[in-house]
């Protein structure tokens, strides 16, 4: 491996963005190119999508620059010439990027973001952030689901694990957090993001004592302010009963957690037991196999569980493991652009998205419009970077997540649930349909 | 965000793993542990998996180490005493790994890896490991099913774009490599593997061009001898005929890409007017929603389609996202361990996967059976450190995606096939069934 940072290597991104580069350079083509990134639709499951991923984005675009080695090695493959390469020692992104604040609710088609710059720059930055965009946006739309069924009961990512690699767990324990969880179990994502940490014990802990009792008690003295103790290693009744008898000796217990089995009748069970022994203070925390629908069955069935481990299917977003999103040209050199490919054909121009609220509530419909329409509501994107500087200083991600909050606060009521509800009106607006019919009718003209 | 490359990060883990260490050491338990990481079912439409991610768990076990700042952070949370914090200055893996080479077919309930170190050492890599070994072993097992639907054509990783995060890019290009794709279109995985990259152009090209004959062109020359040309943005058959005018006009035309509609009717359309306009040798290149039914499908039909872009269904695994996969104790200081968690149970003592062969095949059964069993058959896990180094240098990947050839070679023709098959036969040593009854028996006798 090289020493080099995937997240901010600029070799992370698609050959043909190289080799296009090249070829615009040859034409000598670099005037302003606007694209917008959205997604076509809707995956199964999902009423609405939380947006995020903006200020990893961000970062990427700050940051972005080729190192020589990079350039020395993209010269060793033979496929680009010296003056090319030359050209990519200052290359730096230096355009525009309006976009969703993160943690707004957004609908297919909506732009979530929108990048006007020098076409090459606009090119080039295509791969990774369609990359970083999809995976938050993906995340934190299902942890929306997951909070929603939660019924603010706290949950935490317990997911590192089985995430796609090493930035899967970092950024969805991060979109997570924003889209409302607790916290997470992954200690650097506490470390860069601040997402707050929490952490229990593993079944090895329990099985690499020869007693399960003294497990327990070594690891509440150990830890006793954060003495969770895993009891369903070997039966879940008989050790809560030793945790009852290991706190009147005096052993701290702050909680249990259970992993298996049927975690409401668990837990109901486990309740009494911990209550008859005068542990009502102690806390139930259950994990294993978690996802919205369970959360919300175990909910809606009265469990005495105080917090939910939820990993796995949030983190991979298992029902619909992907977004059909995609980032295309709107306007070169001023003029509207679109493609018609079957099932693909997008809307030119400059975009913006209006939500309009009325007296029955905040979310009454959205209208993708062009950006000049100026039309009734709230736009939606808002000036992120402007000449390739941010507009204003990082936002907190508690803010984001204070503002992921009132958004699905906003939400109508049938969007809020689990089962598909009606499609939220999103409008084009006639002003775009028109433009697209002018742009088509100019392509049969040549 | 830290400068810290998260891909050997060691806070890229789970609270919990920090926490029990420090438990551990204040009781003093660190004797010789033994874990092992297995995948509890196949997913549905898995009739195997490939194994994959070995080389990144050595990377990262060789790797292992603490920084100042990571102790100082650790310190800062308030969590840790600092004699434990003290004793992660020099903490190093220093145990033996044993496992299946990359490449290596396997099934539910058979080790992937097997890990002898102290306890302190094999407790706290546990979230890593499998975070690496989960996320290539889910790709390459369904990069396999593709390469075996397109009998023979040629496939090319399309998906960083929807892959899950950086590093899920990186290695999910690897990962299909090993398994058989020709190779990627991620310029970073040809950099830091050698993966073969490939790459046409994009939409978007054609679009910032008034004129697709002269987005053509233009690409065209500036890479002769690269030049696959997009020829779906507007009209397919109208512009395989402009492709078919260009090269009669000597612009170099190596093949032509075509990214939605119905792939298997416009190929034949696009092979008509290709060859009809002297463009016998050009490829026609085939993307958009793949995955490995489809690309059956089209071969089956004798679409003449010469390769295969096969993207996010492939990078994400759509159709089973995770494996249920887990690492977990079997052996402390000397003596068996297992969980009898509902569900998730687990079986102990050191073991190991014999595959036999017969008059039938190479494949013919497997057995887990103790390691010290000695059973008839071929090992599958093999030592890949001991002592916290390498027993062999590192593979070189061409060689593991060799060993995944012929391992796919060997597979009984009905789990070839992409439909379901009846399991393979997996069978559980008497050895370790009378261990099992022997551990519960002397866990009730307390």
């Known amino acids: 491996m090289t020493a080099r940072d995937p997240e901010l290597d600029p070799l992370l991104t698609d050959l043909y963005e190289l080799t296009m580069l090249q070829a615009y350079r040859a034409s000598g083509m670099n005037d302003t190119a606007v694209f917008e990134m959205f997604v076509r639709a809707l995956p199964p499951g999902r009423n609405f999508l939380l947006a ?7 970062e990427y675009l700050l940051g972005l620059r080729f190192a020589d080695d990079d350039l020395a090695w993209l010269a060793s493959t033979g496929r680009f010439d010296d003056a090319f390469l030359d050209s990519l020692r200052d290359f730096r992104f230096t355009g525009d990027l309006d976009a969703m604040p993160e943690g707004t609710v957004a609908f297919a088609d909506e732009p979530l973001l929108r990048v006007t710059a020098p076409l090459r720059e606009a090119q080039f930055i295509e791969s990774r952030v369609l990359n970083l965009v999809h995976l938050q946006t993906l995340v934190a739309s299902k942890a929306a689901r997951c909070v929603l069924a939660a019924a603010g009961k706290p949950l935490i990512d317990f997911g590192l694990r089985r995430a796609h690699g090493a930035e899967a767990g970092l950024l969805s324990a991060r979109a997570s957090y924003l889209a409302g969880f607790a916290g997470t179990a992954t200690v650097a994502a506490a470390r860069r993001f601040g997402v707050p940490v929490f952490g229990t014990m593993a079944h090895s802990f329990v099985q690499a004592h020869d007693d399960e009792a003294a497990a327990f008690a070594d690891f509440a003295r150990a830890q006793p302010a954060n003495a969770t103790l895993l009891i369903d290693t070997y039966d879940t ?23 298996s089995g049927d975690l409401g009748a668990h837990a109901r069970e486990v309740r009494r037991i911990l209550d008859e022994g005068g542990l009502a203070q102690a806390r139930i925390f259950a994990s294993g196999n978690l996802d919205e629908e369970r959360v919300q069955a175990l909910v809606a069935g009265g469990a005495p569980i105080d917090a939910f481990g939820v990993g796995t299917r949030m983190n991979v977003s298992a029902d619909a493991p992907f977004l059909d999103c995609a980032y295309k040209l709107a306007e070169y050199a001023g ?16 975009k913006q998205v209006f939500r309009r609220a009325d ?27 402007r000449a390739g500087a941010r507009v204003d200083p990082p936002p907190a991600l ?43 009718a100019q392509a049969r003209s040549r």
Chains 1, 2 share one sequence.
Request: glycine content about 6%; hydrophobic content about 45%.
């Open 335 to 350: 003029k509207p652009r679109r493609k018609r490919s079957e099932g693909k054909a997008t809307w030119p121009g400059r």
């Open 398 to 440: 508690t803010a984001l997540r204070e503002r992921a909050r009132e958004q699905m606060a906003m939400l109508p009521e049938a969007l809020r649930a689990l089962a598909p509800a009606p499609p939220y009106p999103v409008a084009v607006a006639p002003s775009v349909r028109t433009l697209a019919d002018a742009v088509d």
């Open 359 to 385: 007296s029955a509530g905040p979310m009454a419909g959205d209208l993708i419009a062009l950006d000049a329409d100026q039309a009734q509501g709230t736009p939606l994107l808002v000036p992120v970077l």
């Open 237 to 259: 009744a008989r050790a809560a009963h030793k945790v009852v008898a290991l706190a009147r000796r005096g052993v701290p217990v702050q909680g249990v957690r259970i992993d």
């Open 52 to 58: 995020a991923g903006l200020e990893q984005v961000v």
